[in-house]
């Protein structure tokens, strides 16, 4: 979807940035959602210092969701991700679901950073994708975590190897449009293979409090 | 930034989203691109003013261009020959709300006797940081992916009609089965998103593209010269 | 009126055929069209409309053109009508869906999906298929015609082999019933054994030669038998030798077969009355080999036969040869001016 080669941070076109797979579809329904006590709190990311939180989210952050959502609030978290003046980086809702042997986590977009609202009509262009994670408790107080990686997907694709609902864009970026049911289903039948997973994006997070 | 500025941007964005119905892909390719100079000028639309510019030849481009030569030695801002082809032919809109100056490209073709446009968001950076390299960039607090909106173009003296397609009207067909068109729907997050081909989307408007009940005036924005 | 009700079920079956395949392929080409699952009313709508040009081609093609396949030139009859109909057909399909549906299904919104290589898949792809079904169709016809006549021609030829077998010469039977009445006014002691041997004659030629093999064994004894008869009214001049050799118990033979070369060669040998006559027998058997030799003497006159009769013996019994035993059999009739020789081998 990158269109304009924009020097740094100026590049607003975030999907296959460091080829971390996202989907139209989230990889959870309703019934599969999991809570996992151990998540809430904040961590610090052991590589970067990186300083972020999770906590269960309320029904106050739940208001712009679905009423499907709204009532599953206990279920799922808030994940913020803060600078190093404690200036919210990133916000993101965060649902837990076991498929196969794993966890993973589906984030999902929770709001931009601004100091006004954004204008709408800028903004309806903005189509919020799922980000994929596998998360492992190392211990009671520490998790790695690892993403799934789109060009092992589109490699899969490409290759004919695998039927999987996606679309290709004009300037030839796949978009994953696969309902719940089929990610659900790649996601168990990859989960032990280390390739389907980004390196880039993987991690290890310890408790802070 | 506290959580009800957060809150009030996701009802923002998730409130108009339900009333905007977009597309994956551009209505618009580099071999069907039209240009129509009219469009070219500085409107008043509401409390906006927008300057609407041919992309080559606009700051915003110029701006990019510098930044990237300096930057990252390359020849062109664009990826790819088609995408030069495209936006060369291009016009970009900017305006500015609540400190942050909004681009959107906005590329037209001609279906039959009717001109459409397809616009696509580009960048919005603060006012007050015109290079914006900290990376204090709106939509990075998530993934999102870009789409794109379409409207039908009409000139009326020195004024423009932008009729937007009735998302709802769309919608209602698509729930009806009345409908054939390649859409995504998921119902847990309230997102929808028209994924019909490029060359769909072209015969769908060529088609269909006079028939009123495709728009209505509350989405219709009546640009005025200034 | 029969035949007009048969017919008129027949065309029943073959319009119920028609509906039901073209069923099948809207129940195809809705589920490939559709955009969701279940389909939806546009599906159907879409669904109907290609079917709506796409049949018409294909019931042209079946009806029209199909039959002109072997005519001469094929490009003018066949390839070249079929062409223009189908471009004709995907250019309507074409403006159909781009264009009029829109006036024709104003509640519904669609355009076509595929491009015009694709849409002429289609047509190409049903045109095959029907194409195959029909000529499956025409096969299993032909196939059931053919058995049919195979049946009729198997039938004609038991017929045939029947009538055949039927036209054993009456005349010997009404002779040796002469020669029995003869016997009997003279009180000849060999009446009774003579009487059994006619009845058991009589009783192969009626009941067991209905049969499509009988054992050898009793074909030769049958052959005894009428040697025997004949010997009655040639009395003792008649010289007759006969040798079997090899074992007839495990072979069997189709009846009659042997019998008109024994007939034939008394014919040949009564000169008026039975003279100084001879006929050599000779049957020897090596496995399923049989050689049947016959020689006899020749007659100066020939037994009068009615002229619709004669030569009918020999004929009859070629005509069965080849019927029964083709390329299994070797006949050979020589007639050596004095005597008459026929050599049969047969492989039974």
């Known amino acids: 979807m990158k269109k304009f080669i924009f020097p740094g941070a100026l590049c607003f076109i975030l999907v296959f940035l460091n080829s971390c797979l996202t989907t139209l579809h989230p990889i959870f329904t309703e019934k599969d959602l999991v809570f996992d006590h151990r998540l809430a709190g904040s961590w610090k990311k052991t590589k970067d210092g990186l300083s972020v939180s999770y906590r269960p989210a309320t029904t106050s952050d739940l208001e712009a969701l679905s009423p499907t959502l709204q009532r599953n609030a206990g ?3 808030m994940y913020e991700e803060k600078d190093e003046q404690g200036r919210m980086k ?26 006004g609202p954004v204008d709408e009509f800028f903004a309806a262009h903005y189509i919020p994708m799922h980000s994929i994670y596998r998360i492992r408790f190392t211990t009671n107080n520490s998790f790695d975590i690892q993403q799934l990686d789109a060009g092992y997907l589109e490699n899969l694709i490409r290759n004919k190897k695998i039927r999987i609902r996606h679309e290709v864009t004009e300037d030839g970026s796949y978009v994953i449009t696969a309902p719940t049911e089929e990610l659900q289903k790649y996601i168990v039948k990859y989960s032990d293979i280390p390739e389907a997973y980004s390196n880039d994006n993987s991690a290890s997070y310890n408790k802070i409090n | 930034m506290n959580k009800k500025l957060f809150l009030a941007v996701s009802l923002t964005i998730l409130t108009f989203l339900s009333s905007c119905l977009t597309s994956l892909n551009r209505l618009v390719t580099h071999s069907t691109v039209s240009t129509d100079n ?16 041919s992309l080559p030849v606009s700051s915003f481009y110029k701006d990019l261009l510098a930044s990237v030569k300096a930057k990252e030695e390359v020849k062109s801002v664009f990826d790819s020959k088609e995408d030069s082809l495209l936006y060369s032919n291009s016009y970009v809109a900017d305006f500015v709300r609540n400190g942050y100056r909004y681009y959107m490209i ?112 509350e989405n219709t924005a009546t640009l005025k010269k200034i | 009126m029969f035949t007009g009700k048969i017919n008129r079920n027949n065309r029943n079956v073959r319009i119920m055929q028609h509906i039901l395949f073209i069923f099948l392929v809207f129940f195809i080409l809705l589920n490939t069209f559709k955009f969701n699952s279940p389909p939806a009313p546009v599906d159907y709508v879409y669904t109907t409309l290609f079917l709506a040009t796409v049949l018409p081609v294909v019931y042209l093609h079946l009806y029209w053109l199909l039959p002109k396949l072997r005519s001469k030139p094929f490009l003018v009859s066949y390839i070249i009508p079929l062409a223009l109909i189908t471009a004709a057909a995907i250019w309507v399909n ?29 047509f190409i792809i049903l045109i095959l298929l029907t194409t195959l079904l029909k000529l499956s169709k025409s096969w299993f016809l032909v196939n059931q015609l053919q058995r049919e006549l195979l049946e009729k021609e198997k039938q004609r030829v038991q017929e045939e082999l029947k009538a055949l077998k039927a036209q054993v010469n009456p005349h010997f039977f009404f002779n040796t019933l002469n020669s029995i009445y003869s016997m009997s006014l003279d009180k000849d002691e060999r009446l009774p054994a003579t009487v059994l041997q006619l009845s058991e004659l009589m009783r192969y030629f009626l009941y067991q030669s209905n049969e499509d093999l009988v054992p050898l064994a009793k074909e030769i004894e049958v ?37 008109p070369f024994l007939e034939n060669s008394f014919k040949h040998g009564v000169k008026g009355d039975v003279g100084a006559t001879f006929i050599d027998l000779k049957i020897s058997l090596n496995g399923n080999s049989l050689n049947f030799l016959l020689e006899n003497n020749k007659g ?25 035993y083709p390329a299994r059999h070797h006949l050979i009739i020589q007639d050596q001016g004095k005597d008459f020789i026929v050599n049969l081998q047969l492989q039974l």
Request: hydrophobic letters at 40%.
């Open chain 1, 90 to 115: 990133k916000a993101n809702f965060a649902f837990m679901v076991k498929l196969g042997k794993y966890y993973y986590l589906d984030y999902y977009p929770a709001g931009v950073k601004q100091t």
């Open chain 3, 94 to 122: 074409i403006q159909l869906f781009d264009h009029w549906s829109a006036n024709l299904f104003p509640g519904f919104y669609f355009i076509s999906y595929f491009t015009w290589w694709e849409i002429s898949l289609f």
């Open chain 2, 38 to 53: 009219r469009i070219m000028g500085n409107w008043q639309f509401e409390d906006l003013q927008i300057k609407i510019e």
């Open chain 2, 106 to 217: 906005c590329s037209l073709v001609k279906l039959g006797n009717d001109l459409f446009a397809n616009i696509e968001p580009v960048q919005a950076r603060p006012v007050n940081k015109p290079t914006d390299n900290d990376g204090d960039d709106l939509f990075s607090t998530g993934t999102y992916i870009t789409s794109n909106s379409i409207a039908k173009l009409v000139f009326k003296g020195n004024e423009i009609e932008f009729r937007f397609i009735d998302a709802e009207f769309v919608r209602e067909q698509l729930k009806k089965g009345n409908l054939a068109i390649k859409y995504e729907k998921d119902d847990l997050f309230s997102t929808d998103l028209i994924t019909a081909s490029s060359v769909d989307l072209q015969h769908f408007l060529a088609k269909y593209g006079k028939d009123q009940k495709l728009y209505n005036k």
């Open chain 3, 300 to 324: 100066t006159v020939d037994v009068v036969e009615k002229n619709d009769n004669k030569g009918l013996g020999l004929a009859n019994v070629k005509r069965r040869l080849d019927l029964l």
């Open chain 1, 75 to 77: 279920k799922f978290y």
């Open chain 3, 223 to 259: 052959l005894k038998d009428y040697i025997a008869l004949q010997r009655i009214r040639s009395d003792e001049k008649l010289d007759i030798k006969t040798v079997i050799e090899g074992d007839a118990e495990q072979q069997k033979i189709a009846p009659l077969l042997l019998i």
